[in-house]
C-alpha cells in the first residue's frame, strides 16, 4: 500500500492460504505492516495458550477449536487451534504458541469449535494465557459444556480473566484416590461411581465422578484415579456411592 502524497509504502507479507478447508482454515486474517524486507512495524508477541478439558465422561472433542483473544489494542482474530489427532481428550491439558501483534492488556477471549465430527460436543474447564514478553499471565474460567446438545446449545463462549481473588479462591490441587473393592462374590460394580470430599472449615468439592477403564470397580480390583478439585485443606471425611445404573449395580 502506498501513501501517494509522500510516497511512502507499506508491505503486508502473508503467504496464507484463504481457505476453509486449508491449513489454518482462516478465510480472513490480520497481517502486520512491514519494510519490504519483512520486518514488521509493530512487534510480534508469543502466548502461550494452555487449555484444560475436564474430566466427566464425554468432555473431549474431535471438533476444530478455536481462539480470538480480545485486549486494549486489539484482538488476534479467528484462530483454529492445530494441535494433535489426541488434542482435547477428556482429562488432558493441550498447549499452543500463538504469535500476533502485541494486543495489549488482555479483556477478554472467545472459545468454541465448529461443531463438526461424530463427537463435537466439548467440556471445556479452563485455560491459561502467558504473554511471554511480559511473563504476565491471565487465567480464565470456563466450567461449562460447549455443545449444540447441551441446555442452551452454544458451541463457543465468551470469558473475562480472573482476577487475583478468584483465582485465590479458586485455587484446585490434584488428588490421587485409590479404590479398592472387596474380593468377596458380587463385590464389582457397574454403575457410576462418584465422591466427594469433605476438610476444613466446611469446605467440600463438587461430585466427583469416577471415571476408569471398563473393568474399573470389578472384583478384588484397585482403581487409581488423579482427579483436580477445590483445595479444601485436611480432609476429614468423604461420600462415596453410585447411581444404581448398570446390570451389576
Given at each position: ?11 503486508f ?8 478447508s486449508i491449513?489454518?482454515k482462516?478465510i480472513?486474517?490480520?497481517i502486520?505492516?512491514?519494510n519490504?524486507d519483512g520486518?514488521t512495524?509493530?512487534?510480534l ?10 474430566a466427566?465422561?464425554?468432555?473431549g472433542?474431535d471438533s ?6 480480545t485486549?486494549?489494542?486489539?484482538d488476534t482474530g479467528?484462530l483454529?487451534?492445530?494441535g494433535n489427532?489426541n488434542s ?5 491439558i493441550?498447549i499452543?504458541?500463538?504469535n500476533?501483534?502485541d494486543i495489549?492488556e488482555?479483556?477478554?477471549l472467545?472459545?468454541?469449535?465448529d ?17 511471554e ?6 487465567n480464565?474460567k ?12 452454544l458451541i463457543s463462549t ?10 485465590l479462591?479458586?485455587?484446585t490441587c ?18 457410576n461411581?462418584?465422591?466427594?470430599l469433605?476438610?476444613?472449615d466446611d469446605?467440600?468439592?463438587?461430585k ?6 471398563k473393568d ?11 482427579i483436580?478439585?477445590e483445595?479444601?485443606?485436611k480432609?476429614s471425611k468423604i461420600r462415596?456411592?453410585?447411581d444404581?445404573s448398570g446390570?451389576?449395580?
Amino acid at each position: 500500500i502506498e501513501n501517494p502524497l509522500n510516497h511512502k509504502k507499506w508491505f503486508f507479507l502473508c503467504g496464507k492460504w484463504f481457505d476453509k478447508s486449508i491449513d489454518d482454515k482462516q478465510i480472513s486474517r490480520d497481517i502486520v505492516a512491514s519494510n519490504e524486507d519483512g520486518k514488521t512495524c509493530l512487534p510480534l508477541i508469543l502466548y502461550t495458550v494452555k487449555i484444560t478439558t475436564g474430566a466427566m465422561r464425554g468432555s473431549g472433542t474431535d471438533s476444530n477449536v478455536f481462539i480470538n483473544i480480545t485486549g486494549k489494542n486489539g484482538d488476534t482474530g479467528k484462530l483454529f487451534l492445530k494441535g494433535n489427532q489426541n488434542s482435547f481428550e477428556r482429562n488432558s491439558i493441550d498447549i499452543f504458541g500463538i504469535n500476533a501483534i502485541d494486543i495489549g492488556e488482555i479483556l477478554q477471549l472467545e472459545i468454541g469449535h465448529d461443531g463438526k465430527g461424530w463427537f463435537s460436543g466439548w467440556y471445556c474447564e479452563a485455560i491459561k494465557i502467558r504473554n511471554e514478553t511480559s511473563g504476565i499471565e491471565y487465567n480464565f474460567k470456563c466450567g461449562r459444556w460447549l455443545d449444540e446438545k447441551s441446555k442452551d446449545g452454544l458451541i463457543s463462549t465468551s470469558l473475562y480473566p480472573l482476577d487475583q481473588n478468584e483465582i485465590l479462591s479458586s485455587s484446585t490441587c490434584t488428588y490421587k484416590i485409590i479404590v479398592e473393592t472387596g474380593d468377596v462374590r458380587c463385590a464389582g460394580c457397574s454403575a457410576n461411581v462418584f465422591i466427594i470430599l469433605f476438610g476444613e472449615d466446611d469446605k467440600e468439592t463438587s461430585k466427583i465422578s469416577l471415571i476408569g477403564e471398563k473393568d474399573s470397580f470389578s472384583r478384588g480390583k484397585n482403581d487409581i484415579f488423579m482427579i483436580e478439585a477445590e483445595n479444601i485443606g485436611k480432609l476429614s471425611k468423604i461420600r462415596i456411592g453410585h447411581d444404581n445404573s448398570g446390570w451389576g449395580s
